[in-house]
């Protein structure tokens, strides 16, 4: 079995088998796509346009792109993402639509503010559920309250929790997890990370 073979095992050891594990593969080569597919893994996110568009070739990926979405990079990346975690404002997307709330409030975190999520729920037709990523201290009430919040919408999907929080994350209602170094290691400095 191989490094990220074992360490999917090991996360789904934790997690159970309901919870949807998708591999953040920012930074890693198209080589750590197909270390996790060959891991049983479909979903793989990635932040950066450029990125996601360079490894989309794999057979047998969802496409998770995680960051903020640029209006100019909506067409590149149209052909290949079908599901967009991280919308904070309303656009015309193909596929499954997330909506990113900024849990903490911090004001250098992405994110709408938890009293226009449901607004823009209501905005785009294929809204399945929420998405948030905890702000300092504890994670769990931040977490909590984004489960609660995706609860009383209506919303099947909550997207929360990474390599540091994701246990907590999943105790508190996450559908979904967010994780790179728990199944890549650590994350090389690539030279040029350009949306």
Known sequence: MGAVAARVADVRNRIGSDV????????????????????GLVDIGENYAQELVAKADVDGVRWHFLGHVQRNKVAMLRPHVEVWQGIDRALDLPGRVLVQVNLSGLPQRNGCGWEEAAELASAMANVVGLMGVAGPGDPRPQFRRLAALAKELGLSEVSMGMSGDYEAAVQEGATMVRLGTALFGPRPEPPDLRR
């Not at 949807?20 to 891991?39: I, N, P, S």
């Open 20 to 39: 949807t594990v998708v591999a953040v593969t920012k930074g890693f080569g198209v080589d750590a796509v197909r270390e996790a597919v060959d891991a």
